[in-house]
């Protein structure tokens, strides 16, 4: 019998507290075995994604359905907290929640691997499921890549679980030199093989995600050539733009476009068998292809466009020139019947806008089919080969990227995918003011400087801009001659300045007379009110 007082007798003895510590010992590795294999299905799907044409990205399918699934409300949240930047954290987060849900499984699979077998084929069929309401994804390559994940995980599951069972039974022993030799032997032989997959895991996402990202790039748009338009605009005259260091340009660049849309990723079409119908309330069903629509007359205009998500003093509104077909001379050629109220807009990816047809007919505004952007072939983020640009609209109503179709219909019968989730049905753009100079929260030099913006009513048109300085009296600015009516302006005031800190506001005026109220209220249902006011210091 052992003696109860021999700390060697102790030590061998298997006692409450060594089997505790080898039952945590063996919660990690389960833990890590099942992150890894998470790892491992999401690299293998993003691996065929990137090289088979059709396969969708599972996490990007998953994400989609997130954001077919959000509650009201949710868009001006995750705006607000991410920005333009909203996609790449629902990616984020996706994967997040698979390697921590994997990571449970992994855990549960160490006591019963057949519950780590039918996690990760639920996980299968949520992924595939997502990746069928893809339209333009192939359906037997979606149902494949998430066979493939589900194998490839459980192959990496069941290999990780193997070792750290090894581990931890042979850490379980009572023979002295094996406890000191080959457990340690056994981990060893888990860590690098853990370090190895997560390796492989880094190297296979990344290539397939960058193989993902090139076949959604403007390798095709590159190839594509707008003919030139009938009318062109004239160049911009010298009283059209102010020089003001730092004021936004006039025209924003496409690559500074701002980019708001529900697609995660953005939707490669081939021209070449691209179609735009155009159906509902109409005498002449039409279909076009895109060689059809580029043979018709193209014309161009500038149309500052702008989301509804946009805060006071935020970015999300541009300037373009933006070449297209009048909307109107489609319609007028289809035939719109008496009642038909509505226009949408469908977009290749399912994606719906709705907007009252007597706005695009209205005589004073030129919607259009636009092919080209800064008379370039519109790039793959903003809607090649086809998208709609409505003057005086916020784009959850009208800008279709990527559209596929264009149907007459009643108010009544049509939501456009975002009404609802609670915002407006109705959406014109409100008068809106800026400014871009100085900065929020920076230190200005004494003597004159420069306070600029930019200003815009679409498509009403902005007559006078105002600044006022530390609540004193509104002081006109001076304002470049508009383009149209359909565009900002940019606006300058020379401000004497005085030590100390000082708040600057800026409103707006537009053609009709309606001043930009001072209101402060969200983006949603509307869009977002109220004056942009800041906070410089004066050295």
């Known amino acids: 019998m052992a003696d109860r007082g021999d700390p ?17 010992a063996g919660v990690w590795p389960a833990a890590v075995a099942g992150a890894l294999a998470a790892g491992v299905a999401i690299a293998a799907s993003e691996l065929v994604a990137g090289l088979a044409q059709g396969a969708p990205s599972l996490v990007a399918a998953i994400g989609s359905l997130v954001i ?9 949240l995750v705006v607000n907290l991410f920005g333009t930047n909203d996609k790449l954290a629902l990616n984020v987060l996706v994967v997040v929640a698979a390697v921590i849900v994997a990571a449970l499984a992994g855990i549960l699979a160490a006591r019963r691997r057949w519950l780590g077998v039918v996690a990760f084929a639920a996980f299968g069929l949520l992924a595939g499921a997502a990746a069928l309401r893809d339209p333009l994804a192939s359906q037997a390559l979606a149902v494949g890549n998430a066979a493939v994940a589900v194998i490839a995980g459980l192959v990496a599951l069941l290999g990780l679980l193997g070792l750290a069972s090894t581990a931890a039974a042979r850490g379980g022993t009572d023979d002295p030199e094996a406890a000191f030799r080959s457990p340690e032997w056994t981990r060893r032989r888990f860590l690098i093989a853990s370090a190895g997959t ?6 296979a996402g990344g290539v397939g995600r960058s193989l993902i990202d090139m076949h959604h790039a403007d390798a095709v748009v590159s190839s594509s050539k707008i003919p030139a338009p009938l009318l062109a605009v004239p160049p911009l005259a010298v009283d059209q733009a102010l020089a003001v260091p730092g004021i936004t340009p006039l025209v924003i660049p496409n690559g500074d476009f ?18 735009l119908d155009v159906t509902g309330m109409i005498a002449h069903p039409l279909t076009f292809t895109y060689d059809e629509l580029l043979a018709m007359p193209l014309y161009e205009q500038y149309v500052t466009i702008a989301c509804v998500s946009n805060k006071v003093g935020d970015h999300l509104v541009g300037n373009a020139l933006w070449t297209g077909v009048r909307l109107k001379d489609v319609l007028e050629s289809a035939g719109v019947q008496p009642g038909a109220t509505q226009i949408v807009g469908r977009s290749v990816d399912g994606f719906t806008v709705g907007f009252p047809t007597a706005w695009a007919m209205a005589p004073e505004r030129e919607p259009m089919i ?8 519109l790039p793959t983020n903003h809607g090649f080969p086809a998208r709609l640009i409505v003057p005086g609209l916020y784009g959850y109503v009208s800008a279709t990227k990527w559209l596929s179709e264009i149907q007459l219909t009643t108010r009544e019968a ?6 609802p989730l609670g915002w407006a049905k109705d959406a014109p753009i409100l008068t809106q003011s800026r400014i871009d100079v100085p900065t929020d929260g920076a ?7 420069d306070i600029a913006g930019v200003a815009w009513a679409p498509d009403r048109g902005v007559t006078r801009v105002e600044v006022r300085i530390d609540n004193g009296p509104w002081q006109a600015a001076r304002i470049s001659r508009p383009i149209s009516t359909a565009t900002w302006v940019q606006w300058t005031l020379a401000w004497t300045t005085t030590p100390g800190a000082h708040n600057l506001e800026v409103r707006a005026t537009d053609s009709s007379g309606d001043v930009q109220t001072d209101q402060l209220s969200d983006p949603a249902p509307d869009g977002a009110r109220g004056h942009h006011r800041i906070l410089v210091m004066v050295a």
């Open 414 to 419: 049509v939501d456009g995918y975002w009404v």
């Open 198 to 203: 997560l390796g492989g895991v880094i190297v």
């Open 8 to 24: 060697r007798a102790a030590a061998r003895a298997p006692g409450r507290v060594s089997g505790s510590r080898r039952s945590l």
């Open 68 to 76: 077919s699934l959000q509650p009201p409300g949710a868009k001006d």
């Open 258 to 275: 701002y980019k708001i849309d529900t697609a995660l990723l953005a939707p490669r079409v081939d021209p070449a068998t691209w179609k």
């Open 443 to 449: 230190t200005v030099r004494s003597g004159v400087v």
């Open 370 to 377: 636009a092919v080209g952007m800064n008379r370039q072939p």
